[in-house]
């Protein structure tokens, strides 16, 4: 039986993953879990706790291999084998995701964009009419949607990638959305990442204030 992993635990896979690139494009070959917890900013305790959910990976005392390490979270997260990916929605944020590097480098192929009809080719990538959909699914096996159309019609655009057989979806519309339970769904919300930021920089200017009153 699979052991269930928190919500919690899941965010900080790809923290852990980058800061392992990082360490080995560097020519660092071991690193201990107090310095990973050093570059995550959280406990080497919890570094321990999160590692067991998958088996540990190191020996008390010795320190992590981070090649292996790396190797057993590309594993974990899935970056192991290559994800068929299209996109739904041939405006500013359809094309500039088209362009991202990070697509190809860990796996994932971007086969076509989606819009209301055909379009030139963005970044070697071809656009095809909304209304070819189900017959390029029917030709082609996708792993993830990418929707980055207008937030009223999102919705209607899950609902049809998941009737296709989509199973994931990676959401960049301005809206949170619900689908049916066996399907999974990333909403990225760039507005509230920039409210985050917002809170922080007033807190930080507050703080400055203080100090100087």
């Known amino acids: 039986m699979q052991r269930e992993v928190s919500q919690a635990v899941i965010k900080r896979l790809p923290r852990y993953y980058r800061y392992l690139e990082h360490l080995r494009n560097n020519g660092i070959s071991k690193v201990s879990s107090g310095r990973l917890a050093e570059m995550l900013d959280i406990t ?25 390490l790396l190797k057993e979270f590309s594993s974990i997260i899935g970056l192991d084998s290559e994800h068929s990916v299209i996109i739904i929605g041939a405006g500013n944020m359809g094309r500039a995701l088209s362009g991202y590097r990070g697509f190809a480098n860990d ?25 070819t959909l189900e017959s390029f699914l029917a030709d082609n096996q996708i792993d993830i949607a990418v929707i980055a159309t207008q937030g009223k019609i999102a919705h209607e655009v899950a609902c049809l990638v998941v009737e296709l057989g989509v199973k994931s979806i990676w959401n960049f519309a301005p809206v949170d959305l619900e689908v049916a339970s066996d399907v999974v769904v990333e909403n990225i919300s760039m507005s509230e990442s920039l409210y985050v930021l917002s809170y922080k920089t007033k807190q930080a200017r507050e703080q400055i204030i203080d100090i100087k009153e």
Do not use: T
């Open 44 to 68: 080497a305790s919890q570094v321990r706790q999160d590692f067991a959910n998958f088996g540990g990976f190191g020996q008390q005392g010795y320190g992590y291999d981070v090649e292996k």
């Open 107 to 131: 796996g994932f192929s971007v086969k076509a964009l989606f819009d209301l009809k055909d379009g030139e080719p963005v970044n070697g990538i071809p656009i095809y009419a909304i209304d």
